[in-house]
């Protein structure tokens, strides 16, 4: 045909000119003899089959332009896929030579240099917020509860092309930093419950200048006696504000028995009262509690119209609370890890340094500049000169820092100025690895590390470490959860006629089973391959039930061998079955798709736009069992091309109904769960797939080292993140594939280790 006498040997040698050289008697015995025998009558350049040309990767000058459709052509090699089944079939070695020589030819290719690719500045997402002010400030905050759902890309809520932020999210992020930073810290001014509250219509002393508010015109006090039942220190809090005149502020002193206490600037004006707050000590009885006006001014005819006024002080609210002692010597435990010095005398600043100096460097997860913490400083200043207490100043500071884009964000310093990739910083490497490990800030252990420059040496140990820790459940979660797809059991909703067996207990469940069986092989260390087909599995009561697994009581999880073949590994939990089913029956196409997808590394394309849907067709009525309608479904020949691949590894699971039971009828018909793969390979139920895909570990494994390492990255990978996976996987395999050796691949790998340079 045409297209194949466009592939003459010259072409084929420019082809592979752009990779680094390979052998070239392999290529020109091997490779290019295959292509031109076995993929052009299909696949040239007039209207190839899939919209997929092998010509045009032959065309294409740039191997990094095409790079992912030869991954494409080196996966259907070796699944069998390609060439179809009804053309003729090359031998099997020489398929796999041809597919390990450009598998060969393109790792040389992107491996001759280190490329980390670029990630975008991350903003924490809902679950990484939420567990940075737990290990920052000892706060339960629910992000879930106050943020707004987080976008995806490449399956995972941590890409940080796709984390947006949005005018609303920076009004709840503000929010929320008040609403920590209150909880956290306990100031006088959050104790809400005084033990005297005197309006103005109260009080004594001064004019009436409303309802609301007695006025001060020259010097006097307005005030009231209290009895103090106790001795002990008391909060005192007055609402003020003044008539401005002159050149300087109003000027207010606190007073008890007439003995002046301390002094206030009071800026406010009428329309804008603040609140003024000291805390005294004072012993029990009655006490005169008053404050003065301590600067009058009267100038109305001043002939400098910017001195003419009449300066005034206004009371509106007089507020003893307390004693305060035993609240304030018996804070939240967030309030006593902060706040680890205090005030002596008027001397503030070095407490309040030493406190901010560091919380920011925790909550940047970096060195914090003394220009960040001289703003900060300068806050608390001002609070403390506006008359409010020490606590609510850092308090304050507190509330911005968890609003500044260097906590918001995850930073990783100023662009190198070199073009070669550098390594990230220790300090950056620990926010990468606590983010990927745990969806947290650094700990202590990985701070120390990093401000000593050992933390990269020491990389094994704190892996480990990390892994041991409790909090590596949030790889569990966040990880398993996404890859799995178990996070959309929240949304499934069976059919309740169907399916009345369906209820909160067991959706928990079936998606707890999915969580201990991964989270078991992270803490036991062990075969990432045991995913597929481990003989055991984890259930409470409820599950059980529903697995018809007898002896099992109580609704604590715990494991249990499996005596057949029905269950075992991800392929046959309750969870992916029921995901991957519609609220009515199952759909072996859901689920041949998940399989491809999340298991086998191999997504088919989108579905056509014109391909007709299932249930409706305009040549004929579809009728008989699920598998035969799929079968009607797939004679579309612009459907076939798609659905022989997907459809037989679903049908292989339609001994589950959508919920996930075994069944050996779908209504009246038997269930026929035989099949074979695109490579010819026979099964027949869920037992033998399970076996089949068991024996294609290293494709699964590969699989799940380019999922682990997007989600590790926060980006999606690119043709160049191929040699890093090969050597992951490589590394995996010469260690029995244990789930910690592949964690240490990914945390000492190329894209996690450096960050790109400027571009030349």
């Not at 992912?68 to 398929?95: C, N, Y």
């Not at 030819?105 to 924490?124: D, K, M, N, W, Y």
Request: glycine share 6%; net charge negative; aromatic share 8%.
């Amino acid at each position: 045909m045409p297209s194949r006498q466009l592939l003459a040997p010259s072409l084929a040698l420019l082809l592979f000119a752009p990779l680094a050289a390979a052998d070239p008697g392999t290529r020109d015995q091997t490779v290019v003899p295959f292509l031109k025998s076995h993929c052009l009558d299909c696949h040239g350049d007039t209207e190839p089959e899939a919209d997929f040309s092998i010509q045009q990767l032959l065309d294409s000058k740039s191997v990094a332009d095409e790079f992912l459709a030869w991954e494409k052509v080196i996966k259907s090699l070796r699944s069998g896929e390609m060439p179809p089944k009804d053309e003729p079939r090359p031998d099997a070695k020489q398929a796999e030579a041809v597919a390990a020589w450009i598998e060969s030819t393109l790792s040389e290719f992107e491996c001759s240099q280190a490329h980390p690719g670029h990630v975008t500045i991350r903003r924490l997402n809902r679950i990484e917020y939420e567990n940075t002010i737990r290990d920052l400030l000892g706060v339960h905050f629910d992000a879930r509860a106050h943020f707004p759902a987080d976008d995806t890309g490449y399956g995972f809520d941590n890409i940080g092309d796709v984390l947006s932020t949005s005018p609303l999210l920076m009004e709840k992020h503000v929010a929320a930093a008040q609403r920590i930073s209150e909880q956290a810290i306990l100031a006088p001014e959050m104790i809400h419950e005084p033990a005297a509250l005197y309006k103005a219509g109260q009080l004594d002393g001064g004019a009436s200048a409303s309802r609301d508010a007695r006025i001060l015109t020259s010097s006097g006090r307005v005030g009231e006696k209290h009895a103090f039942r106790d001795s002990g220190t008391y909060v005192v809090r007055v609402t003020a504000a003044g008539d401005q005149a002159g050149t300087e502020p109003v000027r207010m002193a606190l007073m008890i028995d007439s003995k002046p206490v301390t002094e206030f600037a009071v800026h406010a004006e009428r329309a804008a009262p603040e609140m003024f707050l000291a805390r005294v000590k004072i012993d029990k009885g009655q006490r005169d509690v008053a404050v003065s006006f301590l600067n009058d001014y009267y100038a109305p005819n001043d002939p400098d119209p910017n001195m003419r006024g009449d300066r005034n002080l206004l009371v509106y609210l007089l507020e003893i609370i307390g004693p305060i002692d035993a609240v304030m010597q018996n804070p939240p435990p967030s309030h006593r890890q902060l706040m680890i010095a205090q005030p002596e005398g008027d001397n503030w600043r070095d407490a309040a340094q030493a406190i901010l100096r560091r919380f920011a460097t925790r909550a940047f997860r970096r060195p914090a500049s003394d220009d960040e913490i001289n703003q900060l400083l300068a806050l608390v200043g001002q609070t403390i000169e506006d008359g409010e207490s020490f606590e609510r100043g850092i308090q304050l500071a507190v509330q911005a820092t968890l609003f500044s884009p260097s906590f918001l964000f995850r930073f990783e310093g100023e662009e190198v100025e070199s073009a070669a990739p550098q390594p990230v910083d220790e300090f950056a490497l620990a926010s990468r690895l606590s983010y990927f490990l745990w969806s947290s800030m650094p700990d202590d252990e990985l701070f120390r590390a990093a401000a000593a420059g050992q933390l990269r040496k020491d990389l094994k140990t704190h892996v480990a470490r990390m892994l041991a820790d409790p909090k590596s459940q949030a790889l569990v979660d966040n990880f398993s959860g996404q890859w799995l797809e178990t996070r959309l059991l929240d949304e499934v909703e069976p059919n309740p006629e169907r399916f009345p067996q369906f209820d909160e207990p067991l959706r928990i469940a079936m998606r707890d089973e999915a969580n201990h069986l991964f989270a078991h092989i992270l803490r036991e260390n062990r075969s990432v391959l045991e995913l597929l087909d481990a003989r055991y599995t984890f259930v409470n009561e409820r599950l059980a039930r529903h697995y018809g697994i007898e002896g099992v009581r109580g609704q604590e999880f715990r494991r249990v061998d499996l005596a057949d073949s029905r269950r075992g590994g991800i392929l046959t939990m309750a969870s992916m079955l029921t995901i991957t089913s519609h609220p009515t029956r199952t759909s072996p196409v859901k689920r041949g798709k998940w399989i491809l997808e999340q298991v086998l590394g191999d997504p088919p394309p989108p579905p056509i736009p014109d391909a007709p849907p299932l249930d409706a067709s305009a040549e004929a009525e579809l009728t008989g069992t699920l598998r035969e309608r799929l079968e009607q479904h797939r004679a579309d020949k612009s459907c076939a091309a798609c659905h022989h691949k997907i459809d037989p590894l679903g049908f292989a699971l339609e001994n589950y109904d959508a919920i996930g039971r075994w069944r050996d009828k779908d209504g009246n018909f038997d269930i026929d769960a035989s099949g074979a793969l695109p490579d010819g390979s026979q099964f027949n139920g869920p037992g033998d797939l399970r076996r089949l895909i068991a024996q294609r570990g290293a494709q699964f494994r590969r699989t799940l080292v380019e999922k682990m390492l997007t989600y590790a990255l926060g980006r999606g990978l690119e043709y160049y993140d191929r040699c890093a996976v090969e050597k992951i996987c490589r590394k995996m395999a010469d260690d029995d594939n244990r789930f910690a050796g592949m964690i240490l691949g990914i945390a000492s790998s190329d894209p996690f280790q450096l960050r790109g340079g400027k571009n030349p």
